[in-house]
Each structure stands twice: as structure tokens, then as C-alpha cells.
């Protein structure tokens, strides 16, 4: 499966912006997709999931109540919707998803096999 991320730019803070990825391929119903972010010199960030075709939403404790992650099955997309953006969100954006992800291994980069190309975020102040 390949992943294509798109819908990064500049945006003010308290701004909104929509991220969303794209899956080729097919996707099974074990398919897990989340969203990771990455500022320079630091590791890799869970940022949201959505474990597999659940519906089950998981969120980074920075985002919970900014960012709402979506899913669409049909058309194997995920999408990032984030609110009230804050400088600190300034990040490369990455879409990962992988199989059989366990629940306890969700916010783990490590956990996914399948990443995006990555796009850049930057919150002005």
C-alpha cells in the first residue's frame, strides 16, 4: 500500500487546516491509519489513529480537542481536520498505516509499515 498525503501550507494561529491521505491499493478491515508529525532534530510523533475499521479514534494528548481524524473506507482515505492551531503544531505531517496494528502499539511510529511522503504544516503567530 502507498500513501499520498496532501493539504499541508501556512495558516495564522487559531486557524484550520484539512490534511488528507490517500491509500493504492487495497486496504483490508485490519488496516490501521494515523497521522505522525516530525520538527527538525526530534523523533517522530503520534499525532491520531484510527485502529483499523473501528471507527475507534485515538489522539495525541497536545491535539485531543483541536484535531478530529476521519476515515473513508470506501474511498481508502484518511483525513486530519485541525483546529485552533497553535505555532507548536508546526511540524512535517506524515500518514502511516499498516495491518494488524495492535491497540497498546497505536501511537508507536515503529508499528506501521506504510508511510506518506510527508507535508509541511507551519502555524504563524
Known amino acids: 500500500v502507498q500513501l499520498q498525503a496532501s493539504g499541508g501550507g501556512l495558516v495564522q494561529a487559531g486557524g484550520s487546516l484539512r490534511l488528507s491521505c490517500a491509500a493504492s491499493?487495497?486496504?483490508?478491515?485490519?488496516?490501521?491509519m494515523g497521522w505522525f508529525r516530525q520538527t527538525p532534530g526530534k523523533d517522530r510523533e503520534f499525532v491520531a489513529a484510527?485502529?483499523?475499521?473501528?471507527?475507534?479514534?485515538y489522539y495525541a494528548d497536545s491535539v485531543k480537542g483541536r484535531f478530529t481524524i476521519s476515515r473513508d473506507n470506501a474511498k481508502n482515505t484518511v483525513s486530519l481536520q485541525m483546529n485552533s492551531l497553535k505555532p507548536e503544531d508546526t511540524a512535517v505531517y506524515f500518514c502511516?498505516?499498516?495491518?494488524?496494528?495492535?491497540?497498546?502499539?497505536?501511537?508507536?511510529?515503529?508499528?506501521?509499515?506504510?508511510w506518506g511522503q510527508g507535508t509541511q504544516l507551519t502555524v504563524s503567530s
Open positions: 502511516a498505516g499498516a495491518n494488524g496494528v495492535i491497540l497498546s502499539q497505536i501511537r508507536i511510529a515503529q508499528a506501521y509499515s506504510s
Open positions: 491499493g487495497r486496504t483490508s478491515s485490519s488496516y490501521t
Open positions: 484510527m485502529w483499523r475499521s473501528s471507527g475507534y479514534q
